[in-house]
């Protein structure tokens, strides 16, 4: 499966912006997909993932309560509502596929991954 995240920009704190991750292929419903970022000089981090119905998610602490994850399997499509920004949230954002939600929560070595979309929260 192949993937096109989208939707980054600039955004003050407390500020919201959506994800959208497009997948091509016809078996998109059947992969868990999930979102992970990477901060300049930091490791790439596990920020969500959500399983292939879309019945059961996964959020990193940093960000529960503050970000969604959801899917329109008839649009091929993964979605990241991102409310309540913080700069700490600054990072490139990069959506993934994988067989299982858990694959995905381990870091989905081997799984298809978007080529990134940026986002900077502004303090």
């Known amino acids: 499966v192949q993937l096109q995240a989208s939707g980054g920009g600039l955004v003050q704190a407390g500020g919201s912006l959506r994800l959208s991750c497009a997948a091509s292929?016809?078996?998109?419903?059947?992969?868990?997909m999930g979102w992970f970022r990477q901060a300049p000089g930091k490791e790439r981090e596990f920020v969500t993932a959500?399983?292939?119905?879309?019945?059961?998610?996964y959020y990193a602490d940093s960000v529960k309560g503050r970000f969604t994850i959801s899917r329109d399997n008839a649009k091929n499509t993964v979605y990241l509502q991102m409310n309540s920004l913080k700069p700490e949230d600054t990072a490139v954002y990069y959506c993934?596929?994988?067989?299982?939600?858990?694959?995905?929560?381990?870091?989905?070595?081997?799984?298809?991954w978007g080529q990134g979309t940026q986002v900077t929260v502004s303090s």
């Open positions: 292929g016809r078996t998109f419903s059947s992969y868990a």
């Open positions: 993934a596929a994988d067989r299982t939600r858990g694959a995905i929560v381990a870091g989905s070595s081997s799984g298809s």
């Open positions: 959500i399983n292939w119905s879309g019945g059961s998610t």
